[in-house]
């Protein structure tokens, strides 16, 4: 079975700074890496995600993320963090050929003014 | 597109009555999922269904909550009786052929 495991459950980054949310995986087979955002009372948007090719992703927003196979992360990243980046982020994975998702806990982006 | 279209966005229910929560997918999905949101379980998978057809429902609580999906643009997610723990957001998402997922704005549900 496949699981995800976000290490943090926040991260405080200071606008204007780069930002990182790690996110490390298990699956087997080749996997499908996603990241999601969730503002206050509102659902899952998508962000972007890795499913072959280039090991280094961009996505909405500025956003990237940067696959690694050796050590199975997936982690978010965008170079200049902004207060309205504030939410929660969900890194997910299903393996190839996927129907469904399995998320991780979530990790809580806090950018100050 | 409208995107996922889910009603009701908040429910308020006594304990013991039945709560149905509905949800339109994306025009063209062939992909349905129910998630359960929580903060001491995250996000959890009940049930998806792939061309109306129920394929996994194995994250299904229990025999209180059931799902169905009548045709391509409905379907339902029904728990009777209710009860105070089922308290949590329910989403609905859909998607073309597995590829990527797109939710909708989530059910708040309170049972008290």
């Known amino acids: 079975a496949q699981s995800v495991a976000q290490p943090e459950d926040q991260v405080n980054v200071a606008e204007g700074n780069p930002l990182t949310v790690k996110c490390t995986y298990s699956?087997?087979?080749?996997?499908?890496l996603f990241w999601y955002v969730q503002y206050p009372n509102r659902g899952l948007q998508f962000l972007l995600k890795y499913i072959t090719g280039d090991n280094l992703v961009k996505g909405s927003y500025g956003f990237e993320a940067e696959f690694n196979k050796s050590q199975t992360s997936f982690h978010l990243k965008k170079p200049s963090a902004l207060v309205s980046d504030s939410a929660l982020y969900f890194c997910?994975?299903?393996?190839?050929?996927?129907?469904?998702?399995?998320f991780g806990k979530g990790t809580m982006l806090l950018v100050s003014p | 597109d409208a995107g996922v279209i889910q009603s009701p966005r908040h429910e308020v229910t006594e304990m013991g009555q039945e709560v149905t929560l509905r949800c339109k997918p994306i025009s063209g999905h062939d992909y349905l999922f129910w998630y359960r949101q929580t903060m001491m379980r995250g996000l959890e998978l009940l049930i998806y269904?792939?061309?109306?057809?129920?394929?996994?429902d194995s994250g299904m609580p229990e025999d209180r909550f059931s799902a169905k999906m009548p045709n391509a643009s409905f379907s339902t997610l029904k728990i009777q009786p209710s009860e105070p723990r089922d308290s949590a957001v329910y989403f609905c998402?859909?998607?073309?052929?597995?590829?990527?997922?797109?939710f909708g704005e989530g059910s708040w549900l309170t049972v008290v």
């Open positions: 998402a859909s998607s073309y052929s597995g590829n990527t997922i797109y």
């Open positions: 269904f792939n061309n109306n057809v129920p394929i996994d």
């Open positions: 997910a994975v299903a393996p190839g050929g996927y129907s469904t998702l399995t």
């Open positions: 699956v087997s087979g080749n996997p499908y």
